[in-house]
């Protein structure tokens, strides 16, 4: 991918300057076409949505080595739009104060056509790590995270990997807040419709249950989740969890006593700084 979009802005947060490169993912037509015409809505930017035009924003840390682990963000949206600001940018430059490369997904919308977010997601991992002496990126450290239909996507990410041209697109180390897993064990909603379309066969149902999918290979994963949520159940995290163990994959799973859904990096979230610290010492773990 030799013609890139690149945007340098300075961006000051958390007290600590970085900036960001803005890198359009698909050079040529992205192999399914979203069918969503007009504009872009962007609303402030922390809500955006008829993403047909994908991108990544590389926050690297001002102080980081030429070998940074670097995480691949996917913020939340129902798969509708996109949560880009306080679970996106915000999470970004957070990482960068504990040395590490964020990477948020600005991600197309499926409307109902189910592989388009996850090509954005596999397109994202080979160019990261095709690039990592460019970016000074560690490929061998290179996560992914998620909030909500975001944590299903990285869910998605972290059980399905095997592409067709061989290609290495499995994440390193898993985040995933409040996320939809299950479209089976618990009623699905407005997340699943979007993805799969108003009458999904059992057999997308079956593939795109996450819980459903873990193997040995799923990489190492947290989950970070309010026990009070009641957009997405904590029923999603506690199935993923459960399987998680089964198969014998490193994870951790805490569950705040309330908290709600959505709080991503909101400082008024209850339990914002013990989140981060629980967090920042998981992540250490994964990329020492």
């Not at 104060?97 to 977010?117: A, E, F, Q």
């Not at 979007?194 to 149902?205: V, Y």
């Not at 506690?238 to 089964?246: A, G, K, Q, V």
């Amino acid at each position: 991918m030799k013609k890139i979009l690149v945007l340098i802005l300075g961006l000051y947060c958390y007290g600590f300057a970085s900036s960001q490169e803005i890198v359009k993912l698909w050079e040529k037509a992205p192999p399914t076409d979203n069918k969503l015409t007009g504009e872009e809505m962007n609303s402030d930017n922390d809500w955006i949505t008829n993403v047909s035009e994908p991108n990544i924003a590389i926050y690297k840390p001002t102080n980081g080595s030429k070998n940074t682990p670097a995480v691949l963000i996917c913020p939340e949206g129902g798969y509708g739009g996109v949560a880009y600001k306080h679970e996106g940018q915000q999470f970004a430059q957070w990482l960068n104060t504990i040395g590490i490369t964020g990477i948020v997904l600005k991600y197309r919308m499926p409307n109902k056509h189910k592989s388009v977010p996850m090509e954005d997601v596999h397109q994202a991992m080979r160019y990261l790590r095709s690039n990592a002496v460019k970016y000074g990126i560690n490929p061998t450290k290179l996560g992914i995270a998620g909030f909500s239909a975001g944590g299903h996507l990285a869910a998605t990410a972290s059980t399905q990997f095997l592409t067709v041209d061989g290609s290495n697109v499995r994440p390193d180390f898993s985040i995933l807040f409040y996320p939809v897993t299950t479209l089976m064990e618990v009623p699905p909603g407005g997340t699943c419709t979007n993805l799969l379309g108003e009458n999904p066969s059992r057999a997308d149902l079956y593939k795109y249950s996450v819980e459903k999918q873990v193997n040995n290979a799923t990489p190492p994963t947290i989950i970070l989740l309010s026990n009070d949520d009641d957009v997405v159940s904590s029923e999603h995290s506690i199935i993923y969890y459960n399987s998680l163990r089964i198969n014998n994959i490193p994870s951790a799973m805490y569950i705040f006593p309330e908290g709600g859904h959505g709080w991503g990096m909101h400082e008024n979230f209850k339990y914002h700084k013990q989140m981060l610290s629980l967090l920042k010492e998981w992540l250490i773990g994964q990329v020492d």
